[in-house]
């Protein structure tokens, strides 16, 4: 049996893009199943904490033309009077803490986190907010919040947003990387990543 593709993406939860590539990957692994291994790494636009941040202009027209550009997503306007996420992170450590309940556990989470922020206007930069969704989706809320609480999860972030800086600085994220070998930058169409993948000698 040959050894799964592998498909390495670089993205953080504050991205509306990274909430299309998400949609259209998932329906790459549903046509490729275990043909496929997909690895989300993180890449946190706002590493460190801004204290009391709103929206930007330049966030919601990123929010508008996304979604122009995936019809099977819901973006929800932000109301301007509310506390923005003040900083990446907080997401991106939660989806480690449901990547150690399993891969499905992590899944489930990974995509509810999208659409709580750009389809429910939820602030997935606090902490109840994260408890919540994480016992939304059926994930043991005792051992996600201790490991939520223990924080270790933000050297592996900070890891591979260090990775990331390396390979995809200049183009930005998202950033999809195929087999080793084919990068996909920005939110591409869904025949692009299938293309990519098939091209592989693995696949």
């Not at 450590?93 to 556990?105: D, F, I, P, Y």
């Not at 996600?144 to 930005?172: L, N, P």
């Amino acid at each position: 049996m040959n050894e799964p593709v592998r498909i390495a993406v670089y993205f953080d939860y504050l991205s509306p893009w990274c909430y299309i590539v998400a949609v259209r990957l998932q329906r790459i692994k549903e046509e490729y199943g275990d043909r496929i291994d997909i690895s989300w790494r993180s890449y946190p636009l706002v590493p460190g904490e801004i204290p009391g941040r709103r929206i930007s202009p330049h966030s919601i027209e990123s929010r508008r033309r996304a979604s122009l550009e995936e019809e099977s997503i819901s973006f929800r306007p932000w109301d301007r009077r509310k506390i923005y996420p003040t900083s990446s992170m907080p997401a991106l450590q939660a989806a480690k803490c449901a990547q150690l309940q399993g891969e499905e556990a992590f899944q489930r989470f990974h995509i509810t986190l999208f659409k709580a922020f750009f389809g429910e206007s939820r602030n997935i930069g606090d902490r109840k907010v994260l408890i919540n969704l994480a016992e939304e989706v059926g994930l043991d809320v005792d051992r996600f919040t201790f490991d939520f609480d223990q924080g270790r999860q933000k050297e592996e972030v900070m890891a591979e947003y260090e990775e990331g800086r390396s390979k995809c600085s200049m183009w930005g994220i998202p950033f999809t990387m195929v087999g080793e070998r084919y990068p996909v930058m920005g939110a591409s169409p869904v025949a692009m990543y299938r293309r990519a993948v098939d091209l592989c000698p693995d696949s």
